[in-house]
């Protein structure tokens, strides 16, 4: 790699700091940044984030429990996301639990403050499991 007057680090494709514009090599698109080029370090990072992504967090059975609670009822996203983690759980939950659950499920729906349309929709999907 060729190193230029300033010190400063050539690209991995052997490009000068000089022949950059903004930051940028414009051989192979790689940025400089405080520790070296991006281009690798970039890949690693996507790498990383993509792993911590598909990582799952363990909360407790009562964390779980005050989500199906904050989401029963509410016209938001959360009602979809919370049924997702509840069918992920649903055989580590105690039946205690799960009876629970089905109850309230059901009694929001009859008394019709289970939220929207498509909440009772998902909420009613989550029932016929």
């Known amino acids: 790699m060729i190193k230029d007057l300033k010190g400063e680090k050539p690209c991995d494709c052997g490009k000068t700091f000089y022949g950059m514009k903004a930051g940028r090599c414009m051989r192979c698109g790689g940025y400089l940044t405080s520790i070296g080029w991006s281009k690798k370090v ?29 989401a029963l009822g509410r016209r938001t996203g959360a009602v979809t996301d919370v049924c997702n983690t509840l ?13 629970q659950i089905k109850r309230e499920i059901s009694r929001a729906i ?10 009772i929709d998902a909420w009613e999907e989550f029932l016929d499991l």
Do not use: Q
């Not at 890949?43 to 598909?54: D, G, Q, R």
């Open 87 to 99: 069918k992920e759980n649903w055989k580590k939950l105690s039946e205690f639990t799960k009876i």
């Open 42 to 70: 970039t890949k690693e990072k996507n790498k990383k984030v993509e792993e911590f992504l598909n990582e799952k967090f363990i909360v407790s059975e009562n964390t779980i429990m005050w989500a199906f609670r904050y």
């Open 110 to 119: 009859e008394m019709d403050i289970a939220g929207d349309t498509c909440d």
